[in-house]
């Protein structure tokens, strides 16, 4: 289950991320967060989608829009007991290009990221 938690000094990001080959590529494409990279292998996708992952956390977290694109995305907000966002259902995103794609691995990537 794709899930982030705050606490007041880490974030942690729960996703599951799909791998797809596209042409001599493999693409890592994380759905709930519209978040994607490619790379020749798989290990290699995987490797730069959490890569593109911290880049994102780092700078939506420096520009105060984490939890407006969170938002944006369909993702709920529950604060009690800690603060917590859970996907919009999987039905109501996009896939895009992706529909007729074989996917070969789904993985499951998980960050903490320390929060100012």
Same mark, same amino acid.
């Given at each position: 289950m794709n899930r982030i938690q705050h606490s007041k000094s880490t974030t942690t990001i729960?996703?599951?991320?799909? $791998?797809f080959k596209e042409?001599? *590529?493999?693409?890592?494409?994380?759905?709930?967060?519209n978040l994607s990279a490619y790379d020749s292998t798989i290990q290699g996708a995987k490797d730069a989608? +959490?890569? *593109? #992952?911290?880049?994102? #956390?780092? +700078? &939506?977290?420096?520009?105060? &829009?984490f939890e407006r694109? /969170? /938002?944006? /995305?369909?993702? &709920?907000?529950?604060?009690?007991? &800690?603060?917590?966002?859970?996907?919009?259902?999987? *039905?109501? $995103?996009?896939?895009g290009s #992706?529909? *007729?794609?074989?996917i070969e691995k789904v993985i499951n990537s998980k960050m903490s990221f320390q929060t100012c």
């Open positions: 729960s996703v599951e991320v799909v $791998i042409d001599d *590529n493999y693409v890592a494409f994380c759905p709930a967060l989608f +959490e890569i *593109n #992952m911290k880049i994102f #956390m780092d +700078e &939506t977290r420096r520009k105060g &829009t694109y /969170l /938002l944006k /995305l369909g993702w &709920t907000l529950r604060q009690q007991p &800690t603060i917590e966002y859970s996907q919009p259902p999987i *039905n109501s $995103i996009s896939f #992706m529909v *007729n794609k074989k």
